[in-house]
Structure formats: structure tokens, C-alpha cells
């Protein structure tokens, strides 16, 4: 409601016209108290939509992509940035758009096209992605609390095991080798359970030969936040990785070494290459990682154990990487029913009716 100015400037502009939009509330100076009163009645939601900046889809997808490429890795980032792209691929997805318009019938379309074309993992995965892309727009960039990726149910999927390798396979396939540090590096991967990027990030600090451990480092977890931990190793892999020191001795030089002395970054096919000149079944280093986990197992080894070596934050994940190394029991096979014990069960019947039992 209008009424009279009570600031020094009464005698130039004596009414004053106040209104709120939503909880703020706007002052203005006016000649008369007609147009106080005007300004008053103008509708309200023009002011707050100028106020309010339109964040369109495209704008959504860089700005967490740019958060992604700074506090995750690098695999996590390309998954993140393949996901956006093969979502503004969809015809259905004008990356113009405003994010209030994006609905979850449109994502269903979208995730459908990429479950048909690709899998229903590969869409459950975008899914999984795009909609913690959208809970983080909602806190730093004001998009709609209403996330349309969650409401688009999990599509139907089929999870293959992980092959893994035997401990024959392995050692046919490191006897194989002609070069002296690939053979360390496959007896590192066997000797740790280490992923394949925290033996290719290993430098000689990280080897502490008094008191016969390694120290391996990750970045695995939502906030992307470097750990590392200390494992002891065998003496056996103290004294091999102390021969191969003398030919490196600088400390924050790389352990393992490509052909350009550079440290490793994938060496996607290596292992797989070696695996066809022995004729075994091809594994890759997360096989080794896996068989590491199952060996363990067999020896007894407590589960919360392997979880410390695996350096897992869950007990959940630890118990998926168990497999059984044989893929045969007869001990426990032996303990179930055959044919000849259903003979010796009419014969008893038999036998026991004769006698009137």
C-alpha cells in the first residue's frame, strides 16, 4: 500500500510504493500517489522471470562437466562426457532447451534408444550418470528439484561374470615373457591385487625396501579425493624390485617404464597379445586383481582381510570379486543321491514289506 515518503527527499517525491517478491521486499519514490499505487499493481511474476536467469540444457551439461574433469578421474570424466553426448544425440533432446522443459518422458526416449542400441547396462549407466549430473544442478545451479533421470525406471540387463583367469593360465602366460620388467609388473599385479593404473602410477617413493612394503594410490570415490595406502609385500618382490631400482634411481621416477620412459597409461592390449602366444584364455589386469581376491579366499583368509588388501570401502564389493578357482566340487557332488542309492532304496522297501514292517 502506498504511503507518504518519510526520507529527506518527501518534498521532491512525497509518496512511496513498496511490493514483495517473494520474500523480498522493493521501495520506490514517486511523484504522485497514483502512480505508487500503479507501480504497486503490476504483476508481480514479469519482475521475478526478468530476475530469474534461464539455464538451458547444454549450459547444465558444461558446467558439471567442468566439475567432473576437476574432482574425478580421468575414466570417470570420459564416461560422465560419453553419457551427455549420446543423450544430446537423441532427437528427442534439443540441447537448447531450457531445463524446465526437459521432461521424463523425453529421458525415457533417450535411455530407451541407447538400451536397444548399445545395452541396458550401458543405458543404466547413463542413467546413473546424467541423474547425479541433475542432483548436482539442483544445488549449484537451481534446476528443477524434480529429477526427471530418477523417475525413468532401470532397464533390463544382463551382467556378465568377469572372466578370471587360473593361476595355471598366469603362470604360463608370465613364463612366456621375454622382457624382464613386464614379468615384475605381472608378478606385482599377482603379489598386490592392484588396479592397473596404481602400478603404472608407482614411483620408487613409494617403495619402502626397510620395511618391505609399497604404497598404492587412488582416486575412487565421489569426491574424487586422492588415498593411498601401505601394503607389505613378499621378499621374494622386495629383492626383484631392488635389482630393477639400479637401473632407475631418481625417487619420483616411475617404477615401470614404457619404450619412451615415460610411465604407462593403458597398454589395453599387451596382456592380450601375450595370452594368444600361450593359447589361453585372454585376461586383462583386473582378471589378475580378481584371481588375487580368490586365491586369498581359499587360503582362508578372512574376508574382512581381503577387503583391507583390496583397499575397498564396502564388504559388498570385496565378496564380488570371490570366485571359486575350480570350477568342479566332486566333494560336494559325492554328497548327493545317485541312481544306484534309489535301487538300494527299493530293495529296502522290499525287504521291509516282506517282513510286514
Known amino acids: 500500500m502506498a504511503y507518504k515518503n518519510p526520507n529527506k527527499n518527501k518534498d521532491k ?46 549450459e547444465w551439461a558444461t558446467e558439471y562437466l567442468r566439475f567432473a574433469e576437476q574432482n574425478y578421474t580421468d575414466k570417470t570424466f570420459d564416461e560422465k562426457k560419453r553419457a551427455f553426448r549420446l543423450f544430446f544425440a537423441c532427437p528427442e533432446i534439443n540441447p537448447k532447451e531450457s531445463v524446465e522443459q526437459l521432461t521424463a518422458y523425453q529421458v525415457q526416449k533417450a535411455l530407451q534408444a541407447q538400451s536397444i542400441n548399445r545395452s541396458g547396462n550401458a543405458a543404466n549407466k547413463d542413467r546413473k550418470n546424467l541423474s547425479a549430473a541433475w542432483t548436482w544442478g539442483v544445488k549449484f545451479l537451481n534446476l528443477p528439484e524434480v529429477n526427471p533421470f530418477s523417475k525413468v525406471e ?32 605381472l608378478y606385482c599385479y599377482l ?55 639400479e637401473k632407475n634411481c631418481d625417487l619420483n621416477e616411475p617404477v615401470f617404464l614404457s619404450q619412451c620412459n615415460l610411465a604407462y597409461q593403458y597398454r589395453q592390449h599387451w596382456l592380450k597379445r601375450e595370452c594368444k602366444k600361450v593359447g589361453v584364455k ?12 580368490s586365491i586369498l579366499a581359499a587360503e582362508n583368509v578372512s574376508l574382512v582381510e581381503i577387503q583391507h588388501m ?30 544306484n542309492d534309489s535301487e538300494k532304496f527299493c530293495t529296502s522297501k522290499v525287504h521291509h514289506q516282506a517282513l510286514g514292517i
Open 13 to 58: 517525491f512525497p509518496w512511496m510504493g513498496q511490493r514483495f517478491i517473494g520474500k523480498k521486499k522493493e521501495r520506490k519514490c514517486f511523484l504522485t500517489k497514483k502512480d505508487a499505487l500503479l507501480w504497486e499493481s503490476e504483476k508481480i511474476t514479469d519482475l521475478i522471470a526478468q530476475k530469474i536467469r534461464t539455464i538451458f540444457l547444454i
Open 154 to 185: 532401470k532397464f533390463a540387463s544382463t551382467r556378465q561374470e568377469r572372466y578370471v583367469p587360473t593361476l595355471e593360465d598366469f603362470w604360463k602366460v608370465f613364463h612366456n615373457l621375454e622382457d624382464d620388467q613386464d614379468k615384475l609388473m
Open 191 to 245: 603379489q598386490t591385487g592392484a588396479r592397473r593404473d596404481e602400478l603404472f602410477r608407482l614411483v620408487w617413493a613409494d617403495v619402502d625396501f626397510f620395511r618391505r612394503r609399497i604404497r598404492l594410490s587412488w582416486r575412487k570415490n565421489k569426491i574424487g579425493e586422492w588415498r593411498s595406502q601401505w601394503m607389505s609385500i613378499k621378499d621374494d618382490l622386495v629383492s626383484w624390485l631392488m635389482r630393477h631400482k
Open 282 to 293: 585372454p585376461f586383462g589386469f583386473h582378471g589378475i586383481r580378481h584371481l588375487f581376491a
Open 310 to 339: 583390496l583397499r575397498h570401502t564396502s564388504l559388498a564389493t570385496t565378496q564380488r570379486y570371490i570366485h571359486r578357482l575350480k570350477k568342479e566340487n566332486r566333494a560336494v557332488l559325492a554328497a548327493l543321491p545317485g541312481l
